[in-house]
């Protein structure tokens, strides 16, 4: 089991085309569930995970990503599934917390043959007037803070290889 989990951490790419087939609800559901067990300092669970499939709340977040880069694309390259991962800006490991939950959900999006990457930009959306209406929206407090999101589903086309590993990334003393 050791080496499977190895094998799949090695193996997952971040896709950045996506076809328009829905996630089935029970993957989506064994996605979001793997992101709660992510660690979180002191076990404060402080991450709330916010799966966007509504066609409209996807292209509200679309726009708004967009308007940080200062561009009319998409950043979450066209998947049916954006995954938001906010967490209490309270805390003083959000980031940290919030980023274990992303790497969580995208190894069992890999797990299940889902593809997913990790989009950026989920802090000054959520941080912006926009943002915090939608929080409001969807009854959230606004006193959570983007971390980042997921883009989830399946990839248009096939996966590549990994790029080598760089020179002196392990150190050992």
């Known amino acids: 089991m050791a080496n499977d989990l190895i094998d799949l951490i090695k193996t ?11 996630v089935p609800e029970e993957l989506l559901d064994q996605v979001l569930e793997a992101g709660t067990f992510a660690p979180t300092g002191g076990g404060h669970q402080s991450p709330v995970i916010v799966a966007v499939t509504d066609p409209e709340t996807r292209e509200r977040l679309r726009r708004l990503n967009a308007a940080v880069m200062g561009r ?16 209490d800006g309270g805390r003083g490991t959000f980031v940290e917390d919030g980023s274990c939950v992303l790497e969580n959900l995208m190894l069992a999006a ?64």
Request: with cysteine.
């Open 110 to 173: 890999h797990a299940l043959g889902l593809s997913s990457c990790w989009i950026h930009r989920e802090r000054e959306i959520f941080d912006g007037a926009e943002g915090k209406a939608l929080l409001r929206e969807w009854g959230l407090p606004e006193t959570l803070r983007g971390v980042g999101a997921i883009a989830l589903g399946y990839a248009a086309g096939p996966e590549g290889a990994a790029a080598p590993r760089k020179d002196g990334y392990i150190v050992r003393i």
């Open 72 to 87: 009319d694309t998409d950043p979450y390259y066209g998947a049916p599934v954006i995954v938001v991962v906010l967490a």
């Open 12 to 22: 997952r790419r971040s896709v950045r085309s996506y076809t328009a087939e829905p």
